[in-house]
C-alpha cells in the first residue's frame, strides 16, 4: 500500500488500516514511531524553554563541587562512597545475571539494576552535552529545525494510525 491509498483509507473511516502495511512496516507501528517523534520534538521544546543559562549555571554548579560544599560532605567520603555503591552494583548485576531464569523478574531485576548506572550517566553527561550544544548557534538552530520537521512527519503518522 502507498502513501496516498492509506491516507484515502484513512479519510474513508477503514477500521482495518491499523493492521495495513505502509512501506514495510504495519500503520500501527507508524502511528507508535509518530510519538515518539513528536514527544522528541516536545523534549526540545522544553529544554529551550529552560534555556541555556539555567543549564549553564546548573552544570558549572556540580563541576564546581556545589553540592557537596552545600551539605559539608568530605569529599574523600563521598569518593569512598562512589566506590562501594560500585562495588556492591557490580555484585548485585552478577548475582542477577547468574541467577536469571529468562523468567519475567529476572528480566525485571536486570532492568532495575541497569538502569542505576544508565540514570547516573544520563544525570552527568545530559547537562554537559546540553551545555556545549548550546555554544554552537548553528547546531541549535539544526536541531529547532529538526524538531519541528520530527513533530509534523511525528503528528501526520500518528494522525495516519488514529
Do not use: C, Q
Not at 40 to 61: F, M, N, T, Y
Not at 93 to 98: A, S
Not at 129 to 154: E, P, Q
Amino acid at each position: 500500500m502507498g502513501w496516498w491509498e492509506a491516507w484515502t483509507r484513512w479519510a474513508a473511516g477503514d477500521p482495518t488500516l491499523k493492521d495495513a502495511v505502509l512501506w514495510g512496516v504495519k500503520v500501527l507501528w507508524w502511528a507508535r514511531i509518530g510519538k515518539l517523534m513528536a514527544f522528541l520534538a516536545g523534549l526540545v521544546l522544553v529544554v529551550d524553554i529552560i534555556g541555556p543559562e539555567r543549564i549553564v549555571a546548573s552544570v558549572e554548579r556540580r563541576v564546581a563541587g556545589g553540592h557537596l560544599d552545600r551539605w559539608r560532605v568530605d569529599r574523600r567520603a563521598a569518593r569512598r562512597g562512589v566506590i562501594v555503591f560500585g562495588g556492591l552494583f557490580v555484585l548485585v548485576l552478577v548475582g542477577v545475571v547468574l541467577r536469571l531464569d529468562s523468567g519475567p523478574l529476572g528480566i525485571l531485576a536486570i532492568a532495575l539494576v541497569a538502569s542505576v548506572p544508565a540514570l547516573a550517566a544520563v544525570n552527568h553527561l545530559l547537562p554537559r552535552f546540553l551545555t556545549w550544544l548550546y555554544l554552537h548557534d548553528r547546531v541549535v538552530t539544526a536541531i529547532r529545525t529538526a524538531s519541528l520537521a520530527a513533530f509534523v512527519v511525528g503528528f501526520h503518522f500518528d494522525m495516519l494510525g488514529s
